[in-house]
């Protein structure tokens, strides 16, 4: 615990809304730790390394590229859908392939409304949080929430992408929508996703770097929570530090 004159002194450059809360969050930030030891927050860990507002602006940021990017393709996948090609219009609707078409062009559509309205209610819930301490319960709480858009956003372009193969299937044969099909899943999806586990994230991710869940990591952020918490006691609770 920080000496009294450094937390005096921490406070006058501080801002109501970075400290009222944060006892109660520390407390249960602690009480998480106590219950599993391997429950990381990692957004939690990186908006009290590198401040609040920045990480949480950033991830809204990036959630909205995704929604930019399903909105792209929902204006591709939506005239697909309404206006099929005519090689398509031409088989049978009752045929499998004609089926199989309709089926996974309009599950690519849900999917990627659904990303764009579940980032939306994710980056609202972040820009309406009055204080600092609402903003790391949000991130505490949806921590996972970030990796299932882009799951759902991945699966959405499987479902596209087998959607193209059904047509290049109708406009060639089987064969040739089947291997346009494992391709695209191949190169798009399973490379890019190993290239992301096993590559990228271990130079310096907060959970998943090169040195795994680093203790001084750890350190650091509840050292800063810490510090936070014990203003908030002083300034809003009126404990003696």
């Known amino acids: 615990m920080e000496p009294v004159e450094s937390v005096a002194a921490g406070f006058a450059d501080a801002r109501i809304d ?5 006892a109660d969050f520390h407390d249960k930030l602690v009480e998480h730790f106590k219950e599993s030891e391997s429950g990381y927050r990692g957004w939690v860990l990186l908006a009290l390394i590198r ?7 950033k991830l809204g940021s990036s959630l909205n590229t995704i929604s930019i990017i399903c909105g792209l393709l929902l204006s591709a996948s939506i005239p697909l859908l309404l206006s099929p090609p005519t090689h398509i219009q031409n088989i049978s609707p009752d045929s499998f392939q004609s089926a199989g078409y309709l089926f996974f062009v309009t599950a690519a559509i849900i999917l990627h409304f659904t990303v764009i309205i579940f980032n939306s209610l994710i980056v609202n819930l972040l820009n309406t949080a009055a204080r600092q301490a609402d903003r790391l319960n949000i991130l505490f709480n949806i921590h996972k929430f970030p990796t299932t858009s ?9 479902f596209l992408a087998a959607a193209i193969a059904t047509s290049i299937s109708v406009l060639y044969s089987t064969t040739v929508g089947v291997v346009m099909f494992l391709v695209i899943v191949f190169v798009c999806g399973t490379v890019m996703n190993l290239l992301n586990s096993f590559v990228f994230l271990k130079f310096g991710h907060v959970v998943h770097g090169w040195k795994k869940k680093e203790p001084r990591v750890l350190d650091m952020a509840m050292a800063e929570l810490q510090r936070r918490a014990e203003l908030d006691r002083k ?3 009126g404990e003696v530090l």
């Open 18 to 22: 970075e400290l009222s809360g944060m």
């Open 51 to 57: 401040g609040v507002d920045n990480v949480c602006d």
């Open 150 to 158: 882009y799951a759902l956003f991945t699966v959405g372009n499987v």
């Open 235 to 237: 300034c809003f609770h």
